[in-house]
């Protein structure tokens, strides 16, 4: 376990970390993208349809992927909810998921960052995600990691002029833990 100022007594010095999400109970992987506005912000949520991170020993990302079921979008506003669905929107009858390839990383105690690519609609583009690990048992591990980013970059416009342009996404990762030495995880 570590000493130094700033880690959490249950983060070990091996900054090795296999997830993959994983459902257990109500704890659902997801990413959630809210937009705000003069009037109120609308958020909605996707669950992962399939996902994994995995850092070395080192705290260097070895692989980052996620899909996300946009079929699966929901809003607390039926209003959002269909015209986020709408063509202007995410559009989930012809793009059914979204999807992110990690490309660079790495974990520092509870701190963790991960750039890559971000498709959307069939547009990709470069993203960097930064946040934390919250839980990180033996057999689970839950983080959360945030972006800004321009939605109408991914040809998201529903409600432009009127709710920004720019979306924070919130990924909410949970999931199972594997032991990344038995992986012959050694790529950096």
Known sequence: MSGE????????????????????????????????????????TMPFREGHLIVG?????????????????????????????HSSGFSPGRYPTIEFIGTAGARDGIAIWVEGDLTVKGKTRPVRFEGQILRLGRKRARAVLTATMDRTAFGITIGRPLYSRMAEVRLNLSGARRDVAKLGATRS
């Open 57 to 85: 020993s080192d705290g260097h990302l070895i692989e980052a992927y996620a899909v996300l079921d946009a079929n699966a979008l929901t809003s607390k506003s039926g209003v959002a909810q269909k015209s986020l669905r």
């Open 5 to 44: 100022p700033g880690k959490r007594a249950d983060v070990a010095d091996d900054l090795s970390l296999d997830m993959v999400m994983t459902t257990e109970g109500d704890d659902v992987p997801s990413a959630s993208f809210v937009v705000t506005s003069p009037l109120g912000r609308v958020r909605a």
